[in-house]
């Protein structure tokens, strides 16, 4: 059985992109320690690289992409604040 993911609120708004996109991925994939999360930043945009073990890969994609998709609208929301372009990769 899975333990139910917590989610705390600091009190600050400023809650990272890798947080966000690692919280999502944590919760879809049957194995979360082998979730890993990386940004890379520049001047007008952020790249998110997420990565999980090969049997899960899947589960975040989704079918025909869906879960993906929804990964990336969350993500994009949560970017509009930041004045920055978010994107999120998915490594093979």
Do not use: F, W, Y
């Amino acid at each position: 059985m899975r333990t139910p993911l917590t989610v705390v609120q600091t009190g600050n708004d400023n809650c990272s992109m890798k947080a966000i996109v690692e919280i999502i991925a944590r919760a879809l994939v049957d194995q979360p320690d082998a979730v890993s999360v990386a940004e890379v930043s520049s001047a007008h945009s952020l790249i998110v690289e997420l990565t999980v073990a090969k049997e899960d890969l899947g589960k975040i994609i989704g079918k025909q992409g869906r879960t993906a998709g929804a990964i990336r609208t969350i993500v994009s929301a949560a970017s509009a604040k930041t004045g920055k372009r978010t994107v999120l990769e998915i490594i093979e």
